[in-house]
């Protein structure tokens, strides 16, 4: 009964690679989220989408870009991968992002590591 | 532009005694707040949130938060910390004013509950 999941949940790569991560939602929200969790747990935000449609598309490498087939996933695909891109990558998901109060779940996260 | 600062990298507490984890917000409207805990290897848990009414918010696991607006505070407590408490915490803000979609992180701050 996972709320919000991701796969995969660690992920080790080489320099130049081609990668993704999925994200599955099954709380029934509209709303779905991309974090970045640097090595100083610092966390920003990347992307959301909300019933498949983009509304935060903050500055980030066009490396990088999300997918929404549907409302329940949200994946992230990452070209060209560079050591910068070490990080923790969480996943979340609201109920309707446009009351401002709704509550985000966060999945357990992937850490990438790019050698 | 919204912002959250927490102003203590790390906070020691020992066990039983009542524990305080500092958050001050700025916005350029009201404020919708929430604080968050990551244990370590997992994803962020949705711990409580102020929204509107009543200052003292209670949530998840014991804990509490007052929102100060003259301050601009939103201070996690709890009255007696247990050894299963220790973990990062993260304060957000999201500014209802500026119609913001998107929830602002502080740097978080570890607490460390002491036996």
């Known amino acids: 009964d996972t709320a919000v999941s991701q796969t995969p949940k660690y992920l080790v790569t080489q320099m130049g690679n081609d990668k993704s991560i999925k994200c599955e939602q099954n709380l029934g929200h509209d709303t779905m989220y991309w974090y970045k969790q640097d090595s100083k747990k610092f966390l920003k935000i990347m992307f959301s989408y909300n019933n498949k449609e983009l509304i935060i598309n903050e500055t980030v490498p066009n490396r990088f870009s999300p997918k929404s087939p549907d409302k329940a996933h949200l994946n992230l695909h990452i070209n060209s991968l560079e050591l910068g891109d070490s990080a923790v990558y969480f996943c979340?998901?609201?109920?309707?992002?446009?009351?401002?109060?709704?509550?985000?779940?966060f999945g357990p996260g992937t850490r990438l590591t790019v050698l | 532009a919204q912002s959250v600062a927490q102003p203590e990298d790390q906070v020691n507490v020992a066990e039983g005694n009542p524990l305080t984890v500092k958050c001050t917000y700025s916005?350029?409207?009201?404020?919708?707040l929430f604080w968050y805990v990551q244990y370590p290897n997992r994803g962020l848990q949705f711990l409580l949130k102020y929204i509107t009414g009543d200052n003292l918010v209670k949530g998840s696991y014991g804990f509490e938060a007052e929102f100060n607006k003259s301050q601009t505070s939103f201070h996690l407590k709890k009255p007696s910390a247990l050894v299963s408490d220790s973990a990062l915490y993260f304060c957000a803000v999201r500014d209802a004013g500026a119609g913001s979609y998107q929830l602002t992180f502080g740097k978080g701050t570890k607490l460390s509950v002491i036996p």
């Open positions: 979340a998901s609201s109920q309707d992002f446009a009351s401002g109060t709704d509550t985000q779940y």
């Open positions: 916005v350029s409207g009201n404020p919708y």
